[in-house]
Every structure is written in C-alpha cells, then in structure tokens.
T-cell receptor, first 116, second 113 residues
Framework: DADVTQTPRNRITKTGKRIMLECSQTKGHDRMYWYRQDPGLGLRLIYYSFDVKDINKGEISDGYSVSRQAQAKFSLSLESAIPNQTALYFC???????????????FGPGTRLTVL | GEDVEQSLFLSVREGDSSVINCTYTDSSSTYLYWYKQEPGAGLQLLTYIFSNMDMKQDQRLTVLLNKKDKHLSLRIADTQTGDSAIYFCAESREYSSASKIIFGSGTRLSIRP
C-alpha cells in the first residue's frame, strides 16, 4: 500500500465550483504539504502544516484553503475554482527534524485538476 | 522555484553520462537535493548532499557542490532508458522555527538510442 495517497487522481470541474482534494498518509509524519506543479515552473508551495494545530501559507495560497483533520489527513480546497488553477497537485509529508535532519519529503502520486 | 534555476530539457544518448546543472541563491542552505519524477508519479528523493560537502557518490550518481558559485550538479553515469524522468534540484531553507524545501523548475531528461 502507498504511504501517501491522494484522492481523486483526476478531476475535471467548472469555473466557480468548490472542490476538495484529499491527502492521507500512513508514515506517521507530523509535517504535510500541498504543492502545485505547472510546466516550466516546478513545484510551488501552497500550504504546509507542521502539526495538527499548525497551518501556514506557502508562496501561492490565494484562492486555496486547507484543513488538517488529523495527523494523517490534510485536505486542500478550492472555494471557487478558476481556470488558472488547472495544474497537477501534490501532497507531501516529512518527519520532524529531530527525527531526521535532512528533511526528506515523501510525495503522493498527484491529482490532475482541470478547471473549465 | 524561481530562486533555484535549472535548464528545462536535456537529451543524451543511451550509455553516455548525463549532467544536470542547477544554481541556487541561499548560501545558508544546509541541504541540497535531487528529486526524480517518473511519468505519472510523484517526486522521489534521489540523493542529497550536506552543504559542507563538495561531492557525494552513490553508484551511478555523482553530486558536485560548489558553494562559492552556488552551483549543484548531478551526473548520471551510463545513462539508461529507465533514467528518463524529470529531475528537480531543491534546497533546504531555514526560517524562524522551521525549514522548507524550495524546488527548481525541473529538467526533463530524455534518452535517445
């Protein structure tokens, strides 16, 4: 079984719709992240959470919100989707730095979102 | 990823060496990384190097770090078709109470026969 799972894997939606992307992990990590990947732009951080009560904005948080429902679950919402949010979205996790110092991140398989 | 720069494409012949280059901006980065993304999959850590090292070798992979020039490279010896992927350079940046990873735009490596 995959350690980091994302649902759905693919989603097509219309402008103005609210959608939620979900991420679950079985690695027992405290830290979780949401990134979006666009061609030629690499990965950009949307939100990150270092524990259930700690949520922080990344570099491109406008238009997105998150919820850390439990240590193992971190969901990303688009309140009113727009076409320029069409992208590949990745969830990632990492262990806290007192347990592993080089901060490896473990990625889910991605969700391909298309906003028409 | 605008502060970590890498070329977007690289094409090499099977059996040759591939060298993927990256420049970064934060001289205080403690770790630098190479992640690999295969088609339809998420990123996986390929290798990393601590900032006080100049070189790290792991089987077919050699990482070179030039801190003065803020330049990182990944050399893949005897490149195989299974090496076709996007390779992301990344650096670890320290903030007030945490560290974050900043990714480059990725270099797509294609292998020709």
């Amino acid at each position: 079984d995959a350690d980091v799972t994302q649902t759905p894997r693919n989603r097509i939606t219309k402008t103005g719709k609210r959608i939620m992307l979900e991420c679950s992990q079985t690695k027992g990590h405290d830290r979780m992240y949401w990134y979006r990947q666009d061609p030629g732009l690499g990965l950009r951080l949307i939100y990150y959470s270092f524990d259930v009560k700690d949520i922080n904005k990344g570099e491109i948080s406008d238009g997105y919100s998150v919820s850390r429902q439990a240590q193992a679950k971190f969901s990303l919402s688009l309140e009113s989707a727009i076409p320029n949010q069409t992208a590949l979205y990745f969830c990632a996790t990492s262990d806290s730095l007192d347990r592993q110092v080089y901060n490896e991140q473990f990625f889910g398989p991605g969700t391909r979102l298309t906003v028409l | 990823g605008e502060d970590v720069e890498q070329s977007l494409f690289l094409s090499v012949r099977e059996g040759d060496s591939s060298v993927i280059n990256c420049t970064y901006t934060d001289s205080s980065s403690t770790y630098l990384y190479w992640y690999k993304q295969e088609p339809g999959a998420g990123l996986q850590l390929l290798t990393y190097i601590f900032s006080n090292m100049d070189m790290k070798q792991d089987q077919r992979l050699t990482v070179l770090l030039n801190k003065k020039d803020k330049h990182l490279s990944l050399r893949i010896a005897d490149t195989q078709t299974g090496d076709s992927a996007i390779y992301f350079c990344a650096e670890s940046r320290e903030y007030s109470s945490a560290s974050k990873i900043i990714f480059g735009s990725g270099t797509r490596l294609s292998i020709r026969p």
